[in-house]
């Protein structure tokens, strides 16, 4: 692994960072209640009958969405990869012996399950034998086996147990003597990236060279002319014309990576391949990827983004549209995709620290993935749509589980995305209460503990720990949004201005043991508007405050809420409520509504008589946790001097 | 045909009425152009191949969008029995030997297809023999025959020709024999209503009792327990319950029609089951029919109607979803919906002039189904959304080409829908310059003279002709939209409050020879508004001048209408423009934008700048027919005061 830039970012495995604050509580629910949710249902799916070969080969048949011969059975080694990563975390968290021994089992099947030459993929060797590497493009084989080995470098840092890291090096092993450029091989990739990601993973925690070189050819090979998932199709016999989502864009193998510009197709498949790209660049220190990462994200942020960090519009290909075209009732915005776009923008961060990487990371983390939970860590959400007419609630399970543990594995895992470690650099991306433990190469380590009530409070409090006084750069995100943000080391007042470098300010000196570092971003309120080209959110403005983006549902403000707007001159008031979701800071502001004179007319020549209601907004993540009912983002705006004209003698 | 109310109201046929003003040139497009284009296009698909016994029988197999076994071929009995109505309408208008000599052609193929004990159905004879009567639910049979009985009444009045009138009511003879109450028989009824209505004006053609006594056999038997489908799809050895679309509310067989209070399912079924329901209890005095009809009024009318009168907001069944829920940009409203809409007024209107009728039947026609022709009459919409982003353009055709010919036939006859004769009675539902001769019973004839600019002026002015000075009652419709009309008959002012029945101007005197009426109903540019509770009008504002709503488009208002705003106090001016869109009057107002101070961001802190722009605005029905380009209906509508404030020092 040489060749690499001198700053390259990490982020520090889950074990090494602690954490309290706002993200502790709700890693502490998906310890002890989602992810044995997830187990518990994958299990009783029969996800276990099909792995284990001392079972009989179950007789399943569950039907896929497209009617074509695959089920969603062949997801669901993806499905143990994402729990047993989501366990480790958990185990990290809080020692689980009975949740560990549960996991073992899943990996001693596994184990045994595992092919002489090392391929391992359950569906295909149970329910499909004599059909493997036959068709990349549908079947999800690498995909599966980059979760299993996520799972299993995830679940050898919490336990230090190596088995299922040998069973997925000896599966890998597998793959680089079949799928490559060489006489004899298959130049396939897989129709779903996630396996470059997961082999960056397995080279870093294994310091094995060739998983990287694997990860390299996987994103190097894809798109390439001629087609090869067209030729795989041939040679089943099939034409790859027809190709039933009908263009590789589904799957960005249309054309070479290097040579992409549009985010397009399935949006967890892009923010899965880009995250791959990213972490091979960092790696790699290619830097022919970063013009096309760059491009990417130009494209993703400025044309094709919900303003929850959403993203991928349509339900049709589970993606993207055309620009601005950004729906909100109708707006697919899978839990995943906003998982993914984490995980891109954390990969972003490999090269350096970058506001508009970490900003953008925060968003997608604190709105449109993390709504895919319910507060009580049972229900999830697989679509995030910005307005709802209150028949849109989270499930307990779905057809096609790859949200539940998706976000299950973010939350227990967000300590790693909230720091990055390079050689004399540490970065603080996210804040939240708790501790790090971070090594600054050289055998130094630092220890860096947050004190802070964000994202309720933008002041943040570091103290930094280490052996002896110490030379480093400590990068501290200073968010776009932040308003006046005030910084002091040692009690000592420092221009933000000054030292802000691509969004983060910017500390390089020598710290001693004990130096407190003193942070406020400030958190207020604000308005957002949409780009005039968003047709959908023309005339309208959404409620921000920090990281958070705001909602109004019907149980605060009742039903009727495309009826409510907001005035341009109302004061958005701001208040922590201990009592309400969990303890949230809402906001309220006088509003407009339409008054009840409307009879039982459709249409009428005198427009809805309005009258003065208080509206009160809470935080998007944590709708749909009371009463079902109407939910909306992007809320009607009001000129100053009509709302002041709609408050006179009418109502 | 007894025991039938004294004030049955029917339309006269196409021959008694000649259409001049807003209508002739169109009636004249459809005789010129459209009918041949339908007529050469039904050819090219092979139609006549299908039909013609003396051909071999073709091996076509066009797919079908449910995916089963049936295609498209299926309805193309229907297809030309719409374009055979049609053709009767253009052979009224101007008598064209080619055109009928084509008509005979194709007559005299079904009088030589037709089975020896009546049965007609080209699909099943040619297609799928021996499969005749066992998939009532989805292969439209009796939905065909009802479109060539239209056609063959049509074909009859115009050219006095019998022959396709005698196959269709031997056929009828035919079908009366085999479904039906009696042992022995199928308790069947169709699919998709149409053959109810064909079997009135069959009965209303010959006179023959026993074709009305079908039609209510049919309306009577529709939706009784158990479900007539279910027991036909366990007889093909299907369970009811894999019903491809799932419920019976589909076709309007869910429950008996007299249960019914709903508007669901399909919405072009709906209509023409409807019209046939109002044309049973019109030609039988059926009472226990009007409240169910009034109550599916009340809930089309008051909760899923477009203010263009298009109906089913939805793709997903061509139908009807939930109240108030009119998507804008995603509106399906098909264009054989508002045509259907158009009959089910017309019918409505049996029992007597009711304003409520007329007035939507009029919505309808000038507006969603007026729009599914271009203006040259080659072109055709199928969905007639209220918004669109420059991509929806009519098509020269379409895989399933129901809405051509019926927009076709319902503007070549839109006579018919104008006027309304009874014992006694007469009524003008529509104004348009032309003459109509009426009967009114008792071999008294009401010749009646229309002189008018309407659409585009208000003013109507009517010429009595009448062999002798007569007792009659004369009812002139008054919109409800009317502002202060005015109404005089032999320049004597007559105070229309005074005399207005149910919508309508109701003058029973005794007329003479060459009495003038004048009626002004007004023409003035109106706002509208919708319902709060329907969300995508939210805070929406649409613009009305008479019976035309109006739309914006990009070829007069640039791109980007989503930012155009009309403020509520801007005057509306009209104007007549001869060279705009064949002649129109088009609407134009002082309206604000989006200054052009955007960048590239996708959300930011600061509202868009607001600048001032002229709006223009075109009749709905002729959009689309200059570049192509945005279209919008429902305009965001600002507050006074908000217009004075992006007035100043902004743009």
Redesign the interface.
Known sequence: MSDTPANRFRPPAVPKVKIAGFWGPRIDVVADKTVNILFDRCIAAGTLDQVDPALPVPDLRIPFQHGNSVTTQMFWDSDFGKIIETAAYAIDRKRDPGLERRIDEVIDAYARLQAEDGYLDSWFQRMRPGERWTNLRDCHELYNMGHLIEGAVAYHHATGKRRLLDVMCRCMDHVIATLGREPGQKRGYCGHPEVELALVRLARATGERRYLDLATYFVDERGRSPNYFDGEAAARGESGEDFWFGTHEYSQSHRPVREQDKVVGHAVRAMYLYSGMADVATETGDGTLVAPLERLWADL???N?Y?TGGLGPSQANEGFTFDYDLPNESAYAETCAAVALVFWASRMLGRGPDGRFGDIMEQALYNGALSGLSLDGTKFFYENPLAS?GDHNRWTWHRCPCCPPNIARLVASVGSYAYGEAEGEAAVHLYCAGEADLDLGGGRRLRLLQDTHYPWSGAVRLTVGLEAPTDFVLSLRIPA?AQDPTLSVGGEAIDVAAVRVKGYARLARRWSPGDVVELDVGMTP??????????QD??R??LKRGPLVYCVEAVDNGP?L??L?LP?AAEIRDAFEPELLGGVVALSAAART?AAD?G?????????QRRAAALRAVPYYAWDNRAPGEMLVWL???????S???GEGQA
């Not at 039982?600 to 809805?608: A, C, H, K, S």
């Open positions: 942020t400025e044309k983004l303003v007419r949004w604000k308005r957002l508007y949409a780009n005039p080209k968003v047709r023309a005339g403005v959404a009727g495309h009826g707007s341009e339409d409307w039982g007319d459709l249409y009428r020549e005198v427009p809805p009607r705006a009001d000129g100053v001097e009509a002041a004209r709609d």
